[in-house]
């Protein structure tokens, strides 16, 4: 008796059955293998979930963009590809992918996690935590911080999670602005959009925050220029991407004072070198690209009701613009 070679791959031959190729490193699998069988299960779709399939066969990739799959040519019978992170610059520019892309949207996971982050530090700057937690010379300076209202925040990038901050830091009150590409009406805030758009955003805000993609429009946005636009010793908070910010324009701001403070998740190079100067300058925190991440069992939730939708005829959620670039 011959043998499909084919068999020893669990992908199915029933085209109605949805092959989904899971493409990420290994520990990924292990994470999501248990969350997406069960969010697929309760589609009550027919699927094969693997991580190995011919690539003829399969109809979606679950993909994380360090996977080793960068030649999308030989998935013939590819439907989508999902992306398992909301950033999507590794991938975006690839010419062998010509099928929808989406991106990451997990509001229960992925989004509450960057409002804690962004809010708890948006509240230390706020609040000038680091001067009580750490104070060798035991300084008694009993000086009240402002309060919310007067203190001006702005967040560049009022997409899912930049809204979703821009949220929570109006409900406790602080004057908010914000920076779109196009034209936004978030209720409590001022929001501007364009390129026209970013002086106002930024002109004499205390804390600014950056949560926009990677691309090349919005590579270096704040920059010599932008942050002498800022209130004198504000603080700035990127959990967005490395290259919105122009490094040495940042320390040049940090060293001469006109910027307080900054903490930054996210670099041109990750993990941060270990002799960037950023790692030793007093006046930054480093955080290793953990603002944020997607949780398994709320995210598989949106990928397999995703692939379910798109199975029976809708359109996908959240897909990238290809041409935008996010
Ligand atoms: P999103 O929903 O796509 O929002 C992106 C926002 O940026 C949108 O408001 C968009 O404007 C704006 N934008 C894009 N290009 C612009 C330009 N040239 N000028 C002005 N505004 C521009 O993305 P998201 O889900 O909020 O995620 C934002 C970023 O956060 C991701 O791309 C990723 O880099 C980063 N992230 C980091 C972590 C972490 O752990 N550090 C975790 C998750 C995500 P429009 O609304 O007009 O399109």
């Not at 084919?6 to 199915?12: E, I």
């Not at 992925?110 to 300084?139: F, S, Y």
Request: a negative charge; proline letters at 7%; aromatic letters at 6%.
């Amino acid at each position: 008796m011959s043998i499909d070679p084919d068999d020893q791959y669990q992908h199915s031959k029933d085209p109605s059955m949805p092959n989904i190729l899971f493409a990420a490193p290994q520990a990924r699998w292990q994470e999501y293998e248990a969350p997406l069988k069960s969010a697929l299960m309760a589609t009550g779709l027919a699927y094969e979930l693997a991580t190995d399939m011919p690539a003829e066969t399969v109809d979606y990739i679950i993909y994380a963009p360090n996977s080793d799959i960068q030649d999308f040519t030989p998935y013939t019978r590819l439907k989508a590809v999902l992306n398992l992170w909301a950033g999507v610059e590794q991938v975006v520019e690839n010419t062998t992918l010509t099928v929808p892309l989406t991106r990451m949207v997990d509001t229960e996971g992925l989004t509450q996690g960057m409002v804690e982050w962004v809010t708890g530090h948006v509240l230390r700057h706020h609040l000038g935590m680091d001067a009580h937690i750490v104070n060798p010379d035991h300084k008694w300076d009993a000086v009240a911080p402002p309060l919310a209202p007067e203190r001006r925040v702005c967040i560049l990038g009022l997409g899912v999670l930049g809204t979703a901050c821009a949220r929570a830091l109006i409900a406790l009150g602080f004057d908010v602005s914000g920076w779109a590409r196009s034209e936004k009406h978030i209720q409590g805030m001022t929001c501007h959009h364009g390129p026209d758009g970013l002086d106002a955003a930024l002109n004499d805000a205390e804390i600014v925050v950056l949560l926009l993609p990677s691309t090349a429009e919005t590579e270096n946005c704040l920059n010599a220029r932008t942050l002498d636009l800022l209130a004198d010793g504000a603080c700035v908070i990127n959990p967005g991407r490395g290259p919105l910010i122009e490094d040495q324009a940042l320390l040049d701001a940090l060293d001469r004072g006109q910027i307080h403070h900054a903490t930054l998740d996210v670099f041109r190079v990750e993990p941060l070198p270990r002799d960037h100067p950023f790692w030793s300058h007093p006046k930054v925190t480093v955080t290793p690209h953990i603002a944020s991440e997607t949780r398994p069992v709320t995210a598989a939730r949106e990928i397999a009701q995703n692939i379910q939708r798109y199975e029976r005829g809708d359109p996908l959620q959240h897909l990238v613009d290809r041409t935008a670039g996010y």
